[in-house]
């Protein structure tokens, strides 16, 4: 039932995107998502403690709200990143990015096999931290909507 419901969740969150980047842009979005997702994530840890225990639909609900918040936030960037590279450079800067992000994947669930053996709370705290933390440097990243892809590095350094 929750590969069902994570699975579900990311159709809303996709069709939001449409609507949200063009009215809002890519910057503020890629940041309301990477903070909806670290809020959610950490919100997981409600389950460790005695409050959450015996209440499965606590951690359901935050789960599915980092799960909306990443799936948001994964769908503004492969949009946004290749706006980002002038054009003799889009195609290998895209790879490079891509290729980070294969490894992160890669990584993730080893990384947290070995984390919950040290607490179990530090997985969706160290990633949701991540994720908050990772909003951050979006905010001086240049604004893209409405704006010609550029060609050359010199236009991006006008932004």
Request: aromatic share 12%.
């Amino acid at each position: 039932m929750n590969t069902f419901l994570m699975s579900i969740v990311e159709l809303p969150a996709y069709l939001g995107v449409v609507f949200i980047v063009h009215r809002y842009g890519r910057r503020w979005p890629i940041v309301g998502f990477q903070l909806l997702a670290g809020a959610g994530l950490i919100a997981c840890v409600v389950e460790l403690t005695d409050y959450g225990r015996g209440h499965n639909w606590i951690n359901v609900a935050t789960a599915l709200t980092g799960k909306f918040g990443i799936s948001g936030s994964y769908a503004v960037i492969n949009l946004y990143g290749p706006e980002l590279f002038p054009t003799k450079m889009r195609s290998t800067g895209v790879a490079i990015c891509r290729v980070s992000e294969i490894i992160g994947q890669i990584l993730v669930p080893y990384s947290s096999f070995y984390l919950v053996k040290i607490a179990a709370w530090l997985p969706p705290v160290l990633f949701g931290g991540l994720a908050i933390l990772m909003s951050i440097p979006v905010v001086i990243l240049p604004e893209t909507r409405g704006r010609p892809l550029p060609e050359t590095v010199e236009e991006i350094e006008k932004w």
